[in-house]
């Protein structure tokens, strides 16, 4: 079956879009395009994430996504010279714009969620079914609704010789730990903290929007750790919590940011300091939670900081640091693919959570179908 996921992430950065056959556990990568979103977007799509919005812009956002999306599937199938015709699923995780799990839980409260882009959008424009919405399913089973890769991790990247973790740095960095020929049921998978979310709010706040992220690390090569605040900042209780645990930008997003411009440090300085804290953040969830040493794979746009991939290095001696493109995934592309495989799972009635990961009290199957008729 082809299948197309679509992702964009809580960098906000643009929709990626991966073009997958999947016959049972076989999975191939047939092409993967990435787009960014046009100007103004992004920042409408930041202004209701941080609750600055009414019903409204929400709603609207969401029709608006679902078309962007659409026409990204399209896109996607020029530029990687696939007929479009030949899309038979599609996979759409949507826009987080909110999501709270270990937080939530702590003062009592549902773990919640809500990604935005409307999947009837995409099934009209597209004349093929939709899964969509994955998330809610597993808080409805008790699970933090995230994360949701690591059964993808688990299918592509488990191993009978050597100890493995999947590392992700998109906005939020996530890993899943595959012991060396674990089951399923072995696999722990948690949000570390902070990915990219916070080195490029303060990129974009350096350089009065015009950029936003941390080109190949080089802002923060030329500024300066401030231990006090790293220390300060590695002291949150959510490190040394057990998972399952998940984090957004209601933990690492605009007010965090305003906290540490607040120091008055300059900003190359803040940019380094919140770069040691990314692989701090995942070198401590790792050195807790998983074995001493083996394979990490790393995938997402962190992997494109070479100031930060050093520092992750530094922080795992012991560790053979790799990307997912060694392995013959794109490091861009591999939560796309993640939800085209979820999105199968979903048509053939079959699970899409890990409770060890995010844990719900049992394997649910995830998302909600939209048909679409060509």
């Known amino acids: ?150 059964l993808v991790d688990y299918l592509l990247f488990g191993s009978t010789e050597k100890s493995r973790v999947a590392l992700n740095i998109g906005g939020i960095a996530n890993v899943t730990i595959l012991p060396r020929g674990g089951t399923e049921a072995e696999v722990v998978a948690f949000d570390t903290g902070p990915g990219n979310m916070v080195m490029d709010q303060l990129v974009e706040f350096a350089t009065g929007g015009k950029s936003h992220y941390d080109a190949g690390g080089r802002m923060a090569a030329r500024g300066y750790l401030n231990r006090p605040l790293l220390d300060k900042l590695l002291r949150d209780p959510y490190f040394t919590a057990s998972p399952p645990k998940s984090a957004g930008r209601e933990q690492y997003g605009k007010a965090f940011v305003e906290r540490m411009v607040a120091t008055g440090l300059p900003l190359p300085d803040l940019v380094a300091t919140a770069t040691a804290f990314t692989a701090a953040a995942i070198a401590s969830g790792i050195g807790r939670f998983g074995p001493p040493a083996g394979e ?10 070479r100031q930060l991939m050093a520092q992750i290095q530094a922080f795992l001696p012991a560790w053979v640091v790799q990307t997912s493109a060694d392995f013959g995934v794109d490091p861009d592309a591999k939560e796309a693919i993640a939800f085209a495989v979820l999105a199968y799972r979903t048509w053939k009635k ?17 998302g909600k179908v939209t048909f679409g008729t060509r």
């Not at 479009?84 to 702590?106: C, D, M, P, W």
């Open 350 to 366: 079959q699970t899409g959570n890990l409770p060890s990961a995010t844990g719900a009290r049992r394997a649910v199957v995830l």
């Open 296 to 305: 990490l794979i790393v995938s997402g746009g962190g992997v494109h900081n």
């Open 1 to 150: 079956m082809r299948v197309a996921g679509i992702m964009s992430g809580t960098s906000v950065d643009g929709v990626d879009v991966a073009i997958v056959d999947i016959a049972g556990k076989r999975i191939r990568t047939v092409g993967h395009a990435g787009f960014g979103f046009k100007p103004g977007l992004r920042g409408r799509i930041l202004a209701v994430s941080n609750a600055n919005c009414g019903t409204g812009d929400i709603s609207e956002l969401n029709f608006e996504l679902g078309e962007v999306y659409a026409q990204a599937v399209l896109d996607a199938c020029v530029k990687c010279k696939v007929a479009a015709e030949s899309i038979e699923l599609v996979g759409s995780h949507g826009q987080t714009i909110y999501h709270n799990g270990l937080y939530f839980k702590r003062s009592g409260q549902r773990p919640n969620t809500l990604q935005i882009g409307e999947a009837s959008v995409i099934a009209e424009r597209l004349g093929v079914p939709v899964v969509s919405d994955f998330r809610t399913r597993d808080i409805a089973a008790g699970g933090q609704g995230a994360p949701l890769v690591p």
